[in-house]
Protein backbone atom coordinates (compact mmCIF):
# COMPACT_ATOMS: atom_id res chain seq x y z
CA UNK A 1 0.00 0.00 0.00
CA UNK A 2 1.51 3.13 -0.78
CA UNK A 3 1.46 6.22 1.55
CA UNK A 4 -1.00 8.35 0.26
CA UNK A 5 -4.02 5.60 -0.06
CA UNK A 6 -6.25 4.63 3.18
CA UNK A 7 -6.64 0.72 4.04
CA UNK A 8 -9.99 -0.63 2.18
CA UNK A 9 -12.05 -2.28 4.69
CA UNK A 10 -14.36 -5.23 3.99
CA UNK A 11 -17.62 -3.06 3.44
CA UNK A 12 -18.59 0.45 3.70
CA UNK A 13 -17.99 2.45 7.02
CA UNK A 14 -20.30 1.62 10.55
CA UNK A 15 -21.72 4.75 10.42
CA UNK A 16 -22.96 4.30 7.45
CA UNK A 17 -24.34 1.01 7.45
CA UNK A 18 -27.85 2.39 7.95
CA UNK A 19 -28.39 4.17 4.95
CA UNK A 20 -30.13 1.72 2.48
CA UNK A 21 -29.56 4.13 0.06
CA UNK A 22 -25.58 4.06 0.36
CA UNK A 23 -25.63 0.72 1.09
CA UNK A 24 -27.60 -0.37 -2.26
CA UNK A 25 -25.01 1.98 -4.19
CA UNK A 26 -22.10 0.48 -2.64
CA UNK A 27 -23.14 -2.74 -3.07
CA UNK A 28 -23.90 -2.22 -6.54
CA UNK A 29 -20.90 -0.38 -7.63
CA UNK A 30 -18.87 -3.52 -5.84
CA UNK A 31 -21.37 -6.08 -7.95
CA UNK A 32 -20.53 -4.22 -11.09
CA UNK A 33 -17.10 -3.84 -10.51
CA UNK A 34 -16.95 -7.73 -10.03
CA UNK A 35 -19.26 -8.76 -12.85
CA UNK A 36 -17.71 -6.72 -15.03
CA UNK A 37 -14.01 -8.03 -14.38
CA UNK A 38 -15.23 -11.50 -14.65
CA UNK A 39 -16.95 -10.48 -18.20
CA UNK A 40 -13.67 -9.22 -19.52
CA UNK A 41 -12.06 -12.12 -19.17
CA UNK A 42 -15.03 -13.67 -22.27
CA UNK A 43 -13.95 -10.42 -24.11
CA UNK A 44 -17.40 -8.80 -23.24
CA UNK A 45 -18.50 -5.99 -21.49
CA UNK A 46 -22.08 -6.06 -19.74
CA UNK A 47 -23.68 -4.00 -22.34
CA UNK A 48 -22.28 -6.27 -24.77
CA UNK A 49 -23.59 -9.47 -23.63
CA UNK A 50 -27.07 -7.85 -23.38
CA UNK A 51 -26.92 -7.05 -26.46
CA UNK A 52 -25.97 -10.90 -27.53
CA UNK A 53 -28.77 -12.78 -25.63
CA UNK A 54 -31.76 -9.95 -26.83
CA UNK A 55 -30.66 -11.35 -30.00
CA UNK A 56 -31.13 -15.41 -29.37
CA UNK A 57 -34.35 -14.92 -30.06
CA UNK A 58 -33.52 -13.50 -33.71
CA UNK A 59 -32.64 -10.25 -35.53
CA UNK A 60 -33.31 -6.58 -34.19
CA UNK A 61 -33.85 -3.14 -35.01
CA UNK A 62 -30.40 -1.33 -33.94
CA UNK A 63 -32.89 0.98 -31.98
CA UNK A 64 -35.07 -1.29 -30.45
CA UNK A 65 -31.82 -3.25 -28.57
CA UNK A 66 -30.54 0.71 -27.64
CA UNK A 67 -34.58 0.92 -25.69
CA UNK A 68 -34.38 -2.54 -24.59
CA UNK A 69 -30.71 -2.06 -22.34
CA UNK A 70 -32.01 1.65 -22.25
CA UNK A 71 -28.48 3.23 -23.64
CA UNK A 72 -28.64 5.66 -26.10
CA UNK A 73 -28.53 5.01 -29.49
CA UNK A 74 -24.87 6.71 -30.07
CA UNK A 75 -24.04 3.98 -27.55
CA UNK A 76 -25.35 1.31 -28.94
CA UNK A 77 -23.64 2.22 -32.30
CA UNK A 78 -20.49 1.79 -30.43
CA UNK A 79 -21.72 -1.39 -29.12
CA UNK A 80 -22.66 -2.56 -32.14
CA UNK A 81 -19.45 -1.63 -33.55
CA UNK A 82 -17.74 -3.50 -30.88
CA UNK A 83 -19.36 -6.87 -31.37
CA UNK A 84 -19.06 -6.74 -35.10
CA UNK A 85 -15.52 -6.25 -34.93
CA UNK A 86 -15.02 -9.29 -32.40
CA UNK A 87 -17.64 -11.23 -35.50
CA UNK A 88 -20.33 -11.83 -33.49
CA UNK A 89 -23.24 -10.13 -34.68
CA UNK A 90 -23.92 -8.64 -38.42
CA UNK A 91 -25.47 -5.49 -39.00
CA UNK A 92 -27.79 -6.02 -42.09
CA UNK A 93 -30.65 -3.99 -43.64
CA UNK A 94 -33.70 -3.97 -42.32
CA UNK A 95 -35.90 -5.25 -45.17
CA UNK A 96 -38.95 -3.09 -45.28
CA UNK A 97 -37.65 -0.18 -43.48
CA UNK A 98 -34.42 1.82 -45.18
CA UNK A 99 -34.02 3.98 -42.30
CA UNK A 100 -33.53 1.19 -39.93
CA UNK A 101 -30.86 -1.66 -39.79
CA UNK A 102 -31.52 -4.87 -38.16
CA UNK A 103 -28.21 -6.38 -35.93
CA UNK A 104 -27.79 -10.38 -36.46
CA UNK A 105 -26.41 -12.92 -34.07
CA UNK A 106 -23.95 -14.85 -35.96
CA UNK A 107 -22.59 -17.90 -34.70
CA UNK A 108 -19.34 -17.07 -32.93
CA UNK A 109 -21.95 -14.75 -30.59
CA UNK A 110 -23.91 -17.90 -29.88
CA UNK A 111 -20.50 -19.49 -28.45
CA UNK A 112 -19.60 -16.45 -26.33
CA UNK A 113 -22.76 -16.56 -24.81
CA UNK A 114 -22.41 -20.21 -23.43
CA UNK A 115 -18.84 -18.75 -22.47
CA UNK A 116 -19.99 -15.57 -20.75
CA UNK A 117 -23.30 -18.05 -18.58
CA UNK A 118 -19.87 -20.05 -17.90
CA UNK A 119 -17.63 -17.04 -16.33
CA UNK A 120 -20.80 -15.15 -14.86
CA UNK A 121 -22.28 -18.32 -12.70
CA UNK A 122 -18.64 -18.18 -11.58
CA UNK A 123 -18.59 -14.87 -10.75
CA UNK A 124 -22.16 -14.83 -9.22
CA UNK A 125 -21.26 -17.65 -7.01
CA UNK A 126 -18.12 -15.43 -5.82
CA UNK A 127 -19.67 -12.43 -5.22
CA UNK A 128 -22.96 -13.65 -3.85
CA UNK A 129 -21.35 -16.77 -1.33
CA UNK A 130 -21.31 -15.38 2.19
CA UNK A 131 -25.39 -15.85 1.35
CA UNK A 132 -27.51 -19.17 1.29
CA UNK A 133 -29.14 -20.31 -1.91
CA UNK A 134 -32.51 -19.30 -0.01
CA UNK A 135 -31.15 -15.79 0.48
CA UNK A 136 -29.78 -15.69 -3.31
CA UNK A 137 -33.71 -16.67 -4.57
CA UNK A 138 -35.07 -13.59 -2.57
CA UNK A 139 -32.37 -11.19 -3.18
CA UNK A 140 -32.50 -12.06 -7.03
CA UNK A 141 -36.77 -11.64 -6.89
CA UNK A 142 -36.20 -8.55 -4.65
CA UNK A 143 -33.89 -7.13 -7.57
CA UNK A 144 -36.03 -8.41 -10.18
CA UNK A 145 -39.00 -6.66 -8.58
CA UNK A 146 -36.90 -3.29 -8.33
CA UNK A 147 -35.91 -3.39 -11.55
CA UNK A 148 -39.42 -3.69 -13.28
CA UNK A 149 -41.12 -1.06 -11.68
CA UNK A 150 -41.81 2.16 -13.33
CA UNK A 151 -38.85 4.93 -13.71
CA UNK A 152 -39.26 7.39 -11.02
CA UNK A 153 -40.70 11.14 -11.92
CA UNK A 154 -37.93 13.67 -12.99
Do not use: C
Not at 89 to 101: F, G, K
Not at 113 to 142: G, M, N, W
Amino acid sequence: MKNNEMPRETGPPARLRRWTGFLLAWVAASGAEHYGRALLSAGLKTHHLGVLVLLQDGPMVQSRLSEHLGVFKPVMVSLINDLEAMALVRRVPHPTDRRAVEVHLLPAGRNRIRTAEKVSRSATDEFFAPLTQAERRVFHELLAKLADRPPAPE
